[in-house]
């Protein structure tokens, strides 16, 4: 059960989506168009802060109201969900836990006041084995050296500042990862084309190049070392994130399908009076249901410091999945207007949610997490 602070949240949050968003959502995915105008709304009403104390500008609100905010937005707008989801739980989460005093005034002030973040993880050669990364940054007198480059990276078009890994060894066999904050206004610092996706089209996705990069020592993000760690940490809080993702995008598709069976007439009646339609709603409407509550109940064991790894892992495994089927379902519930591009939002959800089985660790890698997590908890009982 929400509580009330947290009902109200979602009726505030899902208006503004219905206003602002849902209105230009079909163009920004038709476009591959950067939602630029709704980066002021979206700060003014927190979306860009929601993890940020107020003493750094932010409106910090709880880990379930977060969850509501990325389901309803992407609800409506898969694209915004993953900027708005990429900016706070990948750029700014990180500065927050790991940051020191002066790295979360610098950086978090500036995101609060509606700049994005980004996060560099994944590289050319370390997709899911983000530990191979080959990006190197090493220590000179009064500054690191940066040399590499990463891929994939959410809103890199866009953002002041990317947290990323990188090596600070030169040596091939050791994996000492550390973590920094790299300033797009650097020299050396560069972003490359954008990628043109199949899904997930208003938002910007692209390289990130570092070239003879020099990079202030009071950038470094955490101990030396600590790198991996974070990103770990960090993808723990991500993983929920893009739960809540998918289940905005599974709750868009079912809203899209239970409004069209309960319209469309076929042999002189809706075809929402079949069984066979009200089968295929029906278990939609399950599964996101519980989607839902795993995703709550990972969030809740963020706010109480509890170990979550394993049920961040789940609920974004389970909804992803939830979430690919209730796309593809909805399509078929409309039939072939399901299948032209424009008219209703099914097809580009379906297009859309694949990226939630790939992105912060793709199923397979959620499985690894989950059954490693499974061992563990074993522990000496063996
Ligand atoms: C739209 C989009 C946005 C993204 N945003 C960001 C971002 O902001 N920052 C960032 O750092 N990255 C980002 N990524 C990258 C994303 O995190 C990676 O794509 C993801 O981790 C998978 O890596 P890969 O694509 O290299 O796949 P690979 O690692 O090459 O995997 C290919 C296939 O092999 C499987 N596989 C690999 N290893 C194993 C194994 N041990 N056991 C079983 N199966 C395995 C995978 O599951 C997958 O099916 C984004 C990606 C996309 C598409």
Redesign the pocket.
Same mark, same amino acid.
């Given at each position: 059960m929400l509580e009330k602070h947290q009902l109200e949240y979602r009726e505030k949050i899902r208006a503004f989506a219905l206003e602002k968003i849902e209105p230009v959502a079909r163009t920004l995915d038709d476009d591959q168009r950067f939602l630029n105008e709704h980066i002021k709304p979206m700060t003014d009403i927190g979306l860009l802060s929601m993890l940020i104390p107020e003493k750094y500008g932010g409106q910090p609100i709880d880990t379930v109201c977060y969850s509501i905010a990325v389901e309803e937005i992407s609800r409506v707008c898969g694209s915004s969900g993953?900027t708005v989801a990429?900016h706070n739980s990948?750029g700014c989460y990180p500065v927050l836990r790991f940051g020191t005093d002066a790295q979360k005034e610098k950086y978090l002030t500036r995101a609060a006041q509606g700049e994005l973040m980004?996060?560099?993880? #994944?590289?050319?050669?370390?997709? #899911?084995?983000?530990g191979g990364t080959r990006t190197v940054a090493l220590k000179k007198d009064d500054h690191w050296l940066v040399n590499g480059s &990463?891929?994939?990276?959410? #809103?890199?078009t866009k953002a002041f500042a990317t947290v990323?890994t990188t090596k600070t060894t030169e040596d091939p066999n050791d994996r000492e990862i550390t973590a920094f904050i790299f300033d797009k206004d650097w020299d050396g610092y560069s972003v490359g084309k954008k990628?043109n &996706?199949m899904?997930?089209r208003g938002?910007d996705?692209a390289f990130l190049h570092f070239d003879d990069m020099k990079a202030p020592l009071e950038n470094q993000l955490a101990e030396i070392g600590q790198g991996f760690k974070v990103?770990m940490i960090t993808l723990d809080g991500g993983r929920v994130s893009i739960g809540a993702m998918a289940l905005g995008l599974a709750q868009g598709a079912l809203d899209c399908a239970v409004k069209y069976a309960a319209t469309r007439k076929q042999f002189g009646k809706p075809i929402a009076s079949n069984q066979m339609i009200q089968k295929k709603l029906a278990d939609m409407a399950t599964e996101i249901q519980a989607a839902r509550l795993m995703i709550y109940e990972a969030s809740q064991m963020k706010d109480a410091k509890i170990q979550f790894s394993k049920q961040s892992a789940m609920c974004k495994l389970f909804a992803s999945e939830v979430a690919t089927r209730a796309a593809a379902t909805a399509i078929g519930v409309l039939g072939a207007v399901g299948y032209r591009t424009g008219d209703y939002p099914a097809e580009r959800i379906w297009r859309d949610v694949k990226?939630c089985e790939?992105?912060?660790?793709? #199923?397979?890698?959620q499985?690894?997490v989950i059954s490693r997590e499974l061992v563990k908890e074993l522990g000496d009982k063996i």
């Open positions: 993953i990429a990948l980004a996060f560099g993880l #994944s590289e050319a050669d370390a997709g #899911s084995d983000a &990463k891929c994939w990276i959410t #809103s890199a990323a990628e &996706k899904g997930l938002s996705t990103a990226l790939i992105g912060e660790g793709t #199923s397979e890698i499985r690894l």
